[in-house]
C-alpha cells in the first residue's frame, strides 16, 4: 500500500527566521494520528536564513539523523563536537543519555535546508556521540544510495542503532531504481524536488508517501528528481 501526502496536507510553519515543513507532530503541531511511522518519530524539512541558528537544545534516547539539502549547515553540542557540512552530507547525533546540540546555517549570505529525522533507538541511555559524512552527486546519481545503515552495515554512509536505513538518491529523467523490502519493513518516502512514479503513483515536488505491505518499489524519473527514503519496520 502507498499513502501518498501532498505537500499542502504536511504542516507547515514560518517562524521568521525559519521556514519548516513538519512531517508529523512536532513542537506546537499536535495530531494523535500522525506520530510517525515505525520508530522513524519526527521528519522535519527545515530551512534557516543566512547565519542564522536553532539554539541550543537539549534531547536523549534519540537517534537525529540531518541530512543537508541545500547550503552549509554547522553544528556544535555540549560535548564539543562539531563541523560544517556541505550539501549532500549526513550527520547521526545519538543523544542517548543526553546532549546539548544546535544546528546553524553556517553561510552569512545564503539560506540553508536540511532534513532533520529522528529514529527511536533500540534501546535507551546510549553514549552520546556524533558521526557524520559527505557524498558527491555522483555517488547518489542513479541509485540508492545507503546513506544511513543499522550499525554501518552497509560500510557505506553513517550508523544508526536501530534497524533503519536512510537512501538518497539524484534520478536523471527516465531512470529508475528498485528496492525490495524485508517481510515487516516499509519506509517513508519524501520528494524533495522534481517528479516520481512510485509503482504507479505519481509525485511531484514536496510530496510525501508512507510505503507499507509492499514487497518491491520501483521508482521512475519523469524528470530530474532529489529524493529520500527512510526504511523501518512499519
Not at 552530507?89 to 546555517?105: D, F, K, P
Not at 531512470?175 to 519506509?187: I, L, M, Q, R, T
Not at 505519481?202 to 532529489?226: H, N, T, V, Y
Amino acid at each position: 500500500m502507498i499513502q501518498v501526502r501532498h505537500r499542502d496536507e504536511i504542516y507547515h510553519k514560518e517562524g521568521g527566521w525559519f521556514s519548516a515543513n513538519w512531517h508529523f507532530s512536532f513542537d506546537e503541531y499536535y495530531d494523535p494520528q500522525n506520530m510517525g511511522f515505525g520508530t522513524l518519530r519526527v521528519f522535519n524539512d527545515d530551512t534557516l536564513r543566512p547565519g542564522v541558528a536553532w539554539p541550543m537544545h537539549p534531547h536523549r534516547d534519540i537517534e537525529g539523523l540531518t541530512y543537508v539539502v541545500e547550503g552549509t549547515f554547522e553544528h556544535s553540542d555540549s560535548m564539543g563536537n562539531g563541523g560544517v557540512l556541505a550539501a549532500g552530507s549526513v550527520q547521526r547525533a545519538t543523544l542517548g543519555s543526553g546532549m546539548m546540540h544546535s544546528e546553524m546555517n553556517h553561510s552569512k549570505t545564503e539560506p540553508m535546508r536540511f532534513i532533520q529525522m529522528w529514529i527511536m533507538p533500540r534501546e535507551r541511555g546510549l553514549t552520546p556521540s556524533v558521526e557524520q559524512k559527505s557524498f558527491t552527486l555522483e555517488n547518489r546519481t542513479n541509485v540508492l544510495l545507503p546513506a544511513v545503515s543499522p550499525d554501518g552495515a552497509d560500510g557505506v554512509g553513517v550508523s544508526v542503532h536501530q534497524d533503519a536505513w536512510v537512501y538518497l538518491s539524484r534520478l536523471e529523467e527516465a531512470k529508475s531504481v528498485e528496492h525490495e523490502f524485508a517481510p515487516g519493513f516499509g519506509a517513508y518516502f519524501f520528494l524533495i524536488e522534481g517528479e516520481v512514479s512510485l509503482n504507479g503513483e505519481r509525485l511531484i515536488s514536496g510530496d510525501a508517501a508512507l510505503i507499507r505491505d509492499e514487497k518491491r518499489l520501483a521508482i521512475e524519473a519523469l524528470q530530474p528528481s532529489e529524493l529520500i527514503m527512510v526504511e523501518v519496520r512499519a
